[in-house]
């Protein structure tokens, strides 16, 4: 064992270490989607005496954490999301129609001066404004004495003895008790039973109580603050709630709902257990493909895929992310593109073997690490860049896939260039796995590489016959496009989706007349899973949602909630806007990379499959009729990284070998480099195809439609980054005047020499 091999082990077992002491000690991060709850963004308004900017939109934060604190919601989460919005997190709250209401209410409280009766309704002046009060009396009101900001403490009590019922007890601070003092003193000036003596206290905009000054207290001297009640036909929780917002206090600005999600614990149950089961089966079928393509060193590799499972679970807990029902996916789909750069290296080293027969396992496998180290690390770029579009430019479950997937991305280099590296140059060393070629599995070629040689087949003869067929299907594509439509979701478009479980079944038709009798008659019934109904509507409120239930429980007998996305139309418009922003973003940013890593030409092609790709898909979707969301934008982009990674590893080899032959035209280059790398193609696709159709198989319906989507993509993809990539550069290269690409220095020599390093089990001797 070298000192190098030595050194990787110690870090690859250090790695090991600290990961499974994180497994066992620390528990994982649940999305809402996964444990069941609510959440909600809620978007801060401009009112007439302040702007929704960043500060107020903090103090509105802070007001809002002190009633859902008093609410009694465990693990709570409130943050900031850019300048005037605020993610309201509530786990294992199913019902958000009371929260909505006590969180989301602006609680201006204001105490005035009664001038009289009014005459007419009018909004707030600098005199006052004319307001009913609680029994339908208009009154003429002074200006604001007193704001809900001088409450010191409000309670709800309850009188027995006296019958008043449930009531609200206030404590003034210290200056906001002298005005309230100062003015009950003033209305005390009045007789009894004038309207003069009353004191309207507002909550946003509405009189709660009116109450004429006790007959005992004298003009000028007031209520002392400690003694104030706000009576009133309250019930309890009317009583409770009424304290809480104005204990809690006023929020500095108004907020309306813009989203809200809310998801059934057994939905979050039932994904885990679909997610483990689908990565247990595709892990385990992944490992067994490539343990039979590669036999031993497929062996050490399927070891280091559970080393790279473990290390990115444990990286995933210890930064604290939040594991969304997408970022399960995402990390379950990590395990099979995670397999990419040990098929590489192993491909290459193949090549060596066949290359110099002679040569020991270990040069050969050394060889296969450095010849594949830029293909892995272009290709792992490409997706990292996808991964980072993900998380900047989505929102909510969406920027969770993005994170597990970088996370997925880096741990699966660690996994191929440390650990399964160590593995198998240590089993390199050993003189068995040497002798016996046929175990090791890179010493002799593979089955699909010895039949291409033998074949040689003649793929780029003619480029435009390829460009044809790929012109075709993105003509199919669009026309499904323009004829079937889009199905954009509610996130997208705004609206209402909700999903039931009824205890009794009851058939689409059935639904939509009894909603339609139920005054809903825009609603769109669709099945949902097993029996369930998933309803979609326009603007509906949480009021809306209950009747709407109601309605449906009348024929399905008890009906649960199982899903429910609100997504108001601005933010809708803005996530249409965002997901346009992110596919250009990302087409330019690969546009970009690609170029400056290799030919212009190789670039312009690479993007142009990708967007071939992505137009197919969004077609294919189309003529399915299956929804556009933000799942699908995850799966999108994801398909474009993993486009993208195909086009790199063909174009790596394209480069490397037309700069050694450099007077070998462009044509016959591409042909050798495509004959070369198909091996590496499928092997890779069928390592993410495993777990794709386990995804879709066992993943249920909140899983199926995401990994359709990226069985679709994948296969496309790498379609395209052969025959649409490869032959649209070699019709660019025709009209090209740039040189072939220089060939690179040799690497590994003896400094001053020029004399390639040898192994060190290799004595030198020849035959």
Same mark, same amino acid.
Request: positive net charge; contains cysteine.
């Given at each position: ?81 850019? =300048? ?72 709800? #009590? ?192 193949? =090549? ?177 899973? =097993? ?42 418009? =803005? ?101 070369? #790398? ?90």
């Amino acid at each position: 064992m070298t000192r190098a091999t030595t050194v990787r082990a110690v870090l690859a077992a250090a790695v090991l270490l600290v990961s499974v002491l994180i497994t066992l000690t620390m528990s994982p991060r649940l999305g809402l989607d996964l444990q069941g709850g609510t959440r909600m963004v809620l978007q801060a308004k401009d009112s007439d005496t302040a702007k929704a900017d960043r500060e107020s939109t903090e103090r509105t934060l802070e007001v809002l954490r002190k009633r859902i604190d008093s609410l009694g919601v465990a693990e709570p989460a409130l943050t900031r999301s850019g =300048e005037d919005r605020i993610i309201v997190e509530l786990p294992d709250v199913q019902d958000p129609r009371q929260a909505a209401e006590v969180i989301g209410r602006t609680a201006q409280l204001s105490f005035h001066a009664v001038q009289g009766i009014g005459t007419e309704q009018k909004n707030a002046t600098r005199t006052g404004l004319t307001l009913p009060d609680e029994q339908g009396t208009l009154l003429a009101l002074g200006p604001v004495q007193l704001s809900g900001a001088g409450v010191k403490d409000a309670t709800a #009590t309850f009188d027995a003895q006296q019958g008043t019922g449930w009531s609200v007890s206030l404590d003034f601070h210290k200056e906001a008790g002298r005005k309230w003092t100062g003015l009950t003193g003033e209305a005390a000036c009045n007789p009894v039973q004038d309207e003069r003596r009353r004191v309207a206290i507002v909550l946003d905009g509405k009189v709660i109580s009116s109450p004429q000054v006790d007959p005992s207290i004298g003009c000028k001297i007031g209520l002392p603050s400690g003694s104030t009640q706000i009576t009133g036909s309250f019930s309890a929780d009317e009583a409770r709630d009424l304290a809480l917002l104005i204990k809690g206090g006023a929020l500095p600005v108004p907020v309306e709902i813009a989203e809200q999600r809310t998801v059934g614990p057994t939905l979050g149950a039932a994904a885990i257990d679909a997610s483990a089961q689908a990565a247990l089966i595709g892990a385990a079928a992944t490992a067994l493909f490539i343990t039979f393509m590669y036999r031993l060193f497929g062996a050490l590799a399927a070891l280091a895929l559970a080393a790279y499972g473990v290390i990115s679970y444990a990286a995933l807990v210890a930064l604290g992310v939040t594991l969304t029902l997408p970022g399960l996916a995402g990390f379950v789909l990590a395990i099979g593109m995670a397999v990419d750069a040990n098929v590489l290296v192993f491909e290459r080293a193949r =090549e060596e073997c066949a290359a110099r027969p002679n040569r020991s396992l270990r040069s050969a496998l050394t060889a296969g690490f450095r010849n594949a180290f830029s293909a892995v690390a272009d290709s792992n770029v490409t997706t990292l860049i996808a991964a980072g579009l993900l998380f900047f430019l989505g929102s909510g479950p969406v920027k969770g896939f993005g994170v597990t997937l970088a996370i997925g991305v880096l741990a699966s280099m660690f996994s191929a260039l440390v650990i399964a590296r160590a593995l198998t140059e240590t089993a390199a060393g050993s003189r068995f796995v040497s002798d016996y070629r046929n175990i090791n599995g890179i010493a002799r070629p593979g089955r699909v590489r010895t039949w291409l040689n033998e074949r040689d087949p003649q793929l780029f003869r003619s480029p435009r016959r390829w460009l044809l067929v790929s012109t075709a299907l993105v003509a199919v594509s669009v026309l499904g496009i323009v004829v079937r439509g889009v199905d954009l979701g509610v996130e997208f478009t705004g609206g209402r989706l909700v999903e039931y479980s009824t205890s009794r079944t009851v058939d689409v038709e059935t639904a939509r007349t009894t909603l339609a009798a139920a005054g809903f008659g825009d609603a769109e019934v669709t099945t949902a899973g =097993e029996g369930d109904l998933s309803v979609r509507t326009g603007k509906l409120d949480n009021d809306g949602e209950h009747a709407l239930r109601t309605a449906l429980a009348a024929e399905g007998g008890e009906t649960t909630k199982v899903r429910d996305e609100l997504i108001g139309p601005s933010l809708g418009d =803005e996530l249409r806007r965002n997901a346009l922003i992110a596919l250009a973003v990302a087409v330019f940013v690969q546009l970009a990379y690609l170029a400056a890593r290799f030919r212009w030409t190789f670039a312009v092609t690479s993007v142009g499959a990708l967007v071939h790709d992505v137009i197919i898909l969004v077609g294919a979707f189309a003529w399915l009729g299956r929804p556009v969301d933000g799942i699908f934008l995850a799966a999108l982009l994801t398909v474009i990284g993993y486009s993208v990674n195909d086009s790199v590893v063909v174009f790596d080899r394209v480069r490397e070998l037309w700069a050694k032959s450099p007077r070998t035209p462009v044509a016959d280059i591409a042909n050798r480099a495509v004959v070369q #790398t198909v091996p590496r193609t499928v092997n890779t696709g069928m390592g993410a195809l495993f777990i794709l159709i386990a995804l879709a198989v066992l993943g249920g319906d909140s899983l199926a439609d995401f990994a359709l989507a990226l069985l679709i993509g994948i296969c496309v993809g790498t379609y395209s980054s052969v025959l649409t990539a490869v032959p649209g550069a070699l019709m660019l290269e025709k009209s090209s005047k740039a040189p072939p690409p220089a060939r690179k220095r040799a690497t590994g020599r003896r400094k001053g020499t020029g004399q390639a390093r040898r192994d060190p089990r290799d004595t030198g001797a020849r035959v």
